[in-house]
């Protein structure tokens, strides 16, 4: 009697074609992978989009995620897409509530990794007290897209002592970093080099709100402004604002927190960190009167650790971004003219 | 002495990795192309995210529009990305007001054609009463994506008649369809096909908020469920329901309005009209009572001349969907095996 061995049904483990085309194979997948996981009242109504009351200022907030790889030293496309979104709420002056969550797969993508990356995402969501409660599943073909791409919207609700605007920004305001530059960047790219340390880099990639949150019900109108320094880095968050406040933005290159191994991977990477992304920090202006006392709440938070003021606002040079060196030198610091790091996030 | 003719600079022509770095590419990209076309109040503001004040029930749903080809007979990319998640929020019985928009651009799209899918989204949202009002751009390498996604998400006040849910249908609820089948996946196969008609067929992209605020002035409550039937088409909504309800859903036809010439390419095409994606049209279940003067209503609207009951919920076939065929005969319509047209949305 022969030995029967059916081939494994690989159309089981792999996304293709048919499951982004509203069939049943559509149907099969979000029922077992996606709505399982993220289950809540708002999502399990399998409606076009979610309903809920909302009351009062309110923040809207979306970003694409096409990060590659899909999972890096510290996290994964799927807590990037909820903790980006939830801090850029968060700069915004609000607590995210509500996610919207939309994958466009490349066909071929193992179900295995889809999976791996909603449980990150429930996760990241448990952890920042935010819900996922609509979402969408694009397929396109083997070649036309990257494995996974993710956007996820947000909506927030403003504090109510926030005052958030670029406009508040005035001369003499200080300038506060949350936390130690260039790690989420410098992690990916020692992955794509295939670059080893003696600690491993790790992305930095963290949710805000929480920390945010507290820092406005102490500081209120007192925070000018926030902002992540996402890709791009530090040096085209400031050149954005000093061309929308045209005033100077003084920093200081020894105040500027940064992990030596971060540096030392910066250098050999031919990187300058100021332009590197990060994920879990965020740059304050702040009033000076407040600005010791702001850095110091920060730095007994977990996500503040190594909070430090970074500089401040001026009358001269304006709407430039002014870099005094470590030994002492002074040069503007630009946007940077082309790409430094694709996909990063 | 020679004559001198400079090569153009292809790189001002085209999207490259350096517009979607966050630098000066980026900043070049979003205030030539994207704030100048879309701007208002909240876009300007250029923060992470977009503020404003929201009072009451509110919908929120999201789309990925992966369509292919960008441009087809009766739309485009651009429109379909406004006026696909407006409709979504009209299914929920909201009014879009504030929309997100998130491009992935294949490094080499061309910024013409980025434009002129900007000028259709402008078109688009103007046409349907919403502003754009936070976004986000990121390029991924050739090869790695096709030309343009597009992303949208909406936000939505509901109708204060409005009470949509699966929950409400019972059996004898009449089902109503808007319009005619069938036409924008048809419309796009063709295209790719490079099928020729006597006279073009056409998508039907069209925004629907505005006749679903008049039907809910109107009849309110007695409006049980909507749902437009997009990738995976008519079929796969009533599948989606009649499993949610557990009732059965019947269908018939010869009641089902669909346009000659569409239901000749389909025959064509191989394709069942049921299963085929539609962007201008919506099924209504209501209550029986009113079937026939909301049909009428509609009737009256430019956006639902081709209104029609197509049948009714009833307690047997629980959780199926079945068809009475123009002969008579009565057949299960179950969801798509597989997929019919990939990317048609």
């Known amino acids: 009697m022969p030995i029967i061995c059916p081939l494994p049904d690989l159309s089981k483990d792999v996304i293709t074609l048919g499951h982004g085309g ?17 289950t809540n009242p708002y999502l399990d109504q399998q409606h076009d989009g979610a309903s809920f009351e909302l009351y009062g200022r309110t923040a ?46 490349e066909e071929g993508l193992s179900i295995a990794e889809l999976q791996r990356v909603i449980q990150s995402i429930r996760r990241a969501a448990t952890l920042a007290h935010v819900q996922i409660v609509t979402g969408d599943t694009k397929v396109v073909q083997r070649g036309k897209g990257d494995k996974l791409f993710i956007n996820t919207s947000g909506i927030g609700s403003i504090h109510p002592r926030a005052e958030i605007h670029h406009r508040r920004i005035r001369p003499g305001d200080r300038l506060v970093l949350s936390g130690r530059l260039a790690a989420h960047g410098t992690a990916i790219l020692s992955v794509r080099k295939g670059l080893e340390f003696e600690t491993a880099v790790c992305s930095d990639t963290v949710a805000l709100g929480a920390t945010v949150s507290k820092l406005l019900d102490k500081w209120g109108t007192h925070i000018k402004f926030m902002r992540d320094p996402t890709r791009g880095g530090l040096a085209s968050v400031l050149n954005e604002i000093a061309e929308l406040t045209a005033y100077g933005y003084f920093i200081r290159q020894d105040s500027i927190p940064i992990d030596d191994q971060v540096e030392g991977a910066c250098e050999m990477l031919g990187l300058d960190p100021l332009y590197v992304a990060n994920e879990g920090i965020f740059l304050a202006v702040v009033d000076k009167e407040i600005a010791e006392e702001f850095a110091a709440m920060l730095q007994a938070e977990s996500t503040g650790r190594h909070a430090a003021i970074i500089g401040e606002v001026g009358e001269e040079y304006r709407g430039k971004v002014v870099l005094r060196s470590r030994v002492g030198g002074r040069r503007i610091v630009g946007y940077l003219p082309g790409e430094q790091l694709p996909r990063i996030c």
């Open 60 to 105: 809207f907030s979306t970003d694409s995620y096409v990060v590659d790889p899909l999972f890096f030293p510290g996290g994964d496309i799927g807590e990037l897409a909820v903790n980006g979104t939830v801090n850029d709420l968060a700069m915004c002056g609000a607590m995210a509530r509500y996610l919207s969550l939309s994958f466009i797969i």
């Open 22 to 38: 509203g069939g049943l194979l559509t149907h099969q997948l979000l029922h077992n992978g996606v709505f399982a996981e993220l």
